[in-house]
C-alpha cells in the first residue's frame, strides 16, 4: 500500500507476556518514529530510527521496551512483561528523512489492551 | 523539559460558527511548529506547519496558525467552521536541534452541531 501500515490493528493480552508490534513503512523513507498515545492525551515521542540506527532512544518508558529496525524496512517494538500502564495505542510515522522539514506520514496505530 | 499545552479539551460549535485552538509550547530555542488532524477512524495528517517567514501561515482546508514568538504560541484558526471538522487536533513542537522529533500537546476534540 501506499501509506505506513502497521499489525496487529488490535491486540488484547494479559498482564506479564511480550508483545511485538510492527511497522511498515513508506517505501523508500529512511526515518521512522514511534509514539504512544494513552487514553485522554496527546502522543509521547519513544524512539526514532534514521536507517537501522537509532540516534534518539529517550522516551522509551523502561528498559521493557525495546526497538529494532531492519535496514530502511520494518521496524518492530516490543514490550516484554506487559504491565497495565502498558496500554495504549501505538503510533508509527516515517518520513523521507530526518528533519522537521520532512513531514511524518502516520500509520493507524496498533491499540494495545493489558489485562 | 520541552512541553506544549492546549487550552481546551473538547469545543462545541455550531457550523459557521469561528475556531480558534490555542497552542503554547515552553522551549526557549528554534522550534517549527505543527498542527495535525485526526478525523473520525483515520489516521493522522498534517494540517499546516511553520519553519521559518511569514509568522500566519495557510493550511488545507481553510485552516490558518499564526506564530507569535513573544507570546510561545502557534493558535490554529478557522473563519467558518463545517461539520466536516469534527475531529481532534493537535498541536506539536520540533526543537531543531533534535532530528524530527515531535513533542505533541494533548489534543483538542471539535465537535461541529449540523
Known amino acids: 500500500g501506499a501509506g505506513v501500515s502497521q499489525s496487529p490493528s488490535n491486540k488484547v493480552t494479559e498482564k506479564g507476556k511480550d508483545v511485538e508490534l510492527r511497522c511498515d513503512p513508506i517505501s523508500g523513507h529512511t526515518a521512522l518514529y514511534w509514539y504512544r498515545q494513552r487514553l485522554g492525551q496527546g502522543l509521547e515521542f519513544l524512539i526514532y530510527?534514521?536507517?537501522?540506527?537509532?540516534?534518539?532512544k529517550s522516551g522509551l518508558p523502561s528498559d521493557r521496551f525495546s526497538a529494532e529496525r531492519t535496514g530502511e524496512s520494518v521496524s518492530t517494538l516490543t514490550i516484554q512483561r506487559t504491565q497495565q500502564e502498558d496500554s495504549a495505542v501505538y503510533l508509527c510515522a516515517s518520513s523521507l528523512g530526518v528533519g522537521s522539514h520532512q513531514p511524518q506520514h502516520f500509520g493507524d496505530g496498533t491499540r494495545l489492551s493489558i489485562l | 523539559a520541552q512541553s506544549v499545552s492546549q487550552h481546551n479539551h473538547h469545543v462545541i460549535l455550531s457550523e459557521a460558527a469561528s475556531l480558534e485552538l490555542g497552542c503554547n509550547y515552553s522551549y526557549g530555542g528554534t522550534v517549527n511548529l505543527f498542527w495535525y488532524v485526526q478525523y473520525p477512524g483515520q489516521h493522522l495528517q498534517l494540517l499546516l506547519k511553520y519553519f521559518s517567514g511569514d509568522p500566519l501561515v495557510k493550511g488545507i482546508k481553510g485552516f490558518e496558525a499564526e506564530f507569535i514568538k513573544s507570546k510561545f504560541s502557534f493558535n490554529l484558526r478557522k473563519p467558518s467552521v463545517q461539520w466536516s471538522d469534527t475531529a481532534e487536533y493537535f498541536c506539536a513542537v520540533n526543537n531543531r536541534n533534535q532530528g524530527g522529533k515531535l513533542i505533541f500537546g494533548q489534543g483538542t476534540e471539535l465537535s461541529v452541531k449540523p
Open positions: 530510527f534514521q536507517g537501522n540506527s537509532a540516534p534518539d
